[in-house]
């Protein structure tokens, strides 16, 4: 029930929602109820069309002087027979029962449409929270989760806790509370026959506890069987030119659909112990009537004093026949909130995780890099793996600084530190003097713009893609910016210019316009600080040249740091540090390191040697 409360938490404010959905709630349980109250007035006109009303009658004559609901309503009944006439009194009881019948019909379409109300606030709030939690996790989260299960838990999870929380949340009001009004009325009725009839319940109950005992573990297998689906499914688009590449078509749809029959037949176990529940409930109830209108039956054709009079048993049978209603609601909700509280906890298990990177309380806003980045003897492991030791580095405004070394050296590593996607496990790194911890990632982030080796493009326009660092770019910007990236010619000759949508991922572009895109994103952006990760290392030869001349006309005026994948781009750097397994072993400019004699040289004439 704790998870199922803090569940229902997203529904806030949920008294919005929930005070009118009561109110109408109840007045159509009333008015609902009163309907079949009136059954035995209208049975009771209909029985005295052929007869004189004989006060003298015994059955009628002590339900007339009873002081129940049924009673007071056959009086009345035999009051308008006696003033007026049977027709008449029949068009009355028909015109009550098509009114009442309305506003029950009315209020429960209120009731609804405001629970309807609760069920989307409590969807936007909680897809929203999960959402929102997920984009502020740290980058080394995502290095360890299926992006799979994280698409099923925001999707698919969120969907089968929004329906099963507001669903419960309607069932636990509305059915009890109708379940008590119909008890009520039928102990009015009769309490002997009614507290012989209502055995059928704690019997049902605990026959259907032990039919959906297992559900909630088969739900929570079911939940991440279906992300592992979503999983293959990613892995499958993005990878397909490597599936067809390598004959393995056959191969990945057979791992699929392995994984979509064991889910499918869980789904089936679940749904077959979920459906088992209504029927038996059913049968209990009906089991229940026939013996009811089995003893009330033999009572009455005996003319027993204790009998009911007939129009009131027919009343008591419809009555009770709709007490299995709410019930059987009852019953299928508690069988389907074992999946959403499945589904709920693998969620909240998503919320729950806290990124590791907040600002401090106190952090300050770093407006503009001025002066110099330096690391003090940092340090950086993935659990229990160093990749980062005794980095001491300094990197001044203006400078062009190129990480170099062997593939697994750590050079990406450190890129990742300087915007702060992680912070160094020991060692301090400071930008103009302030510590890195002392300031808001936002802000740090704000001075610095990134191009990757994997060119990165959202589904969008070309326009949108380079603006997307600057949102609010004119037009004049953005082409400006596209002309410094060497991209302006290739946009105007696709389809819709500036207007073409790139397609999944930038796919509709080659690799060297895609990196172009990205480069003039970065330009538009203009931040003091450049980071670019092996920017020309997938490109051709021409595309390369192209890239590489944009890249050339990024950098100027910039400090930039760069992850050389040619060494002969970078030999114009200020700096070039030298990393292999995690230390920083040679620094220098292109001369410098060359007279060394070192690892850099090594490095230099092997790709001399290659190309």
């Not at 009345?76 to 029962?97: D, F, P, R, W």
Request: glycine share 4%; with cysteine.
């Amino acid at each position: 029930m704790k998870i199922y409360f803090r569940l229902l938490s997203f529904a806030k404010p949920i008294e919005k929602f929930a005070i009118p959905y009561v109110i109408a709630t109840l007045l159509s349980i009333l008015f609902g109820t009163f309907n079949l109250a009136l059954l035995s007035p209208l049975f009771e006109t209909l029985l005295n069309a052929n007869k004189a009303v004989d006060k003298s009658n015994s059955l009628t004559n002590k339900a007339a002087e009873s002081i129940s609901l049924l009673g007071k309503l056959r009086e009345l009944v035999n009051e308008s027979i006696a003033k007026n006439s049977i027709e008449t009194t029949l068009l009355y009881v028909c015109v009550i029962i098509v009114i009442s019948v309305l506003l029950s019909n009315l209020f429960r379409y209120f009731s609804q449409r405001y629970m309807e109300d609760l069920r989307v606030h409590t969807l936007l709030n909680f897809r929203k929270r999960v959402f929102d939690n997920v984009m502020n996790l740290h980058v080394g989260f995502f290095n360890n989760e299926r992006k799979g299960d994280i698409i099923s838990k925001v999707a698919s999870d969120v969907q089968v806790v929004q329906f099963t929380v507001t669903n419960t949340l309607q069932v636990v009001f509305k059915e009890p509370v109708t379940l008590i009004i119909y008890v009520i009325l039928l102990f009015n009725i009769s309490a002997k026959l009614t507290l012989f009839s209502l055995l059928v319940i704690p019997v049902s109950a605990f026959i259907i506890s032990k039919i959906v005992k297992r559900l909630k573990q088969q739900a929570k297998e079911s939940h991440e069987s279906f992300a592992k689906m979503i999983g293959f499914l990613d892995e499958s688009l993005s990878g397909i030119k490597i599936i067809k590449a390598f004959n393995a078509t056959e191969r990945v749809k057979d791992k699929f659909n392995n994984e979509n029959i064991f889910y499918s037949n869980l789904t089936r176990k679940m749904v077959r112990r979920q459906q088992l529940g209504s029927p038996v409930s059913e049968f209990l109830g009906v089991l229940m009537i026939a013996i009811i209108v089995w003893y009330g039956g033999k009572l009455i054709l005996h003319n027993d004093e204790n009998a009911l009079a007939a129009s009131d048993f027919i009343a008591y049978i419809a009555i009770f026949s709709q007490v299995m209603r709410p019930a059987k609601a009852l019953t299928d909700s508690f069988s389907g909130i074992h999946s959403g509280i499945a589904a709920g906890e693998r969620v909240l298990e998503l919320i729950d995780t806290k990124p590791e990177l907040v600002n401090k309380a106190d952090a300050q806003k770093l407006n503009i890099f001025n002066k110099s980045l330096i690391f003090e003897n940092v340090a950086f492991n993935y659990g229990e793996k160093q990749v980062l030791r005794n980095i001491n580095l300094e990197i001044n405004k203006g400078e062009t600084v190129a990480l170099v070394g062997p593939s697994g050296g750590g050079k990406s590593t450190l890129m990742d530190l300087i915007p702060r996607f992680h912070d160094p496990k020991a060692g301090t790194i400071k930008i103009d003097g302030f510590d890195y911890k002392d300031l808001t990632v936002e802000s740090i982030r704000a001075n610095m713009g990134t191009v990757n080796q994997e060119s990165f493009l959202f589904n969008d326009s070309i326009f949108n893609n380079i603006a997307f660092a600057k949102p609010d770019a004119t037009e004049e910007e953005v082409i400006a910016a596209a002309k410094i990236a060497n991209a302006h010619d290739f946009i105007l000759n696709t389809e819709s210019g500036y207007q073409t949508f790139v397609g999944d991922r930038g796919n509709k572009l080659s690799g060297g316009q895609r990196q172009r895109v990205c480069i003039a994103r970065a330009v538009l952006a203009n931040p003091p600080i450049m980071l670019l990760d092996e920017a020309t290392s997938a490109l051709d030869t021409e595309s390369e040249k192209l890239v590489q001349d944009a890249l050339n006309n990024l950098m100027k005026n910039r400090t930039s740091i760069v992850i050389a994948h040619r060494l002969s781009t970078i030999q114009h750097a200020d700096k070039i540090i030298v990393i292999d397994k995690g230390e920083v072993i040679e620094t220098g400019n292109h001369q410098q390191l060359i007279a060394q004699n070192g690892l850099y040289r090594r490095l230099i004439d092997m790709q001399a040697f290659n190309d």
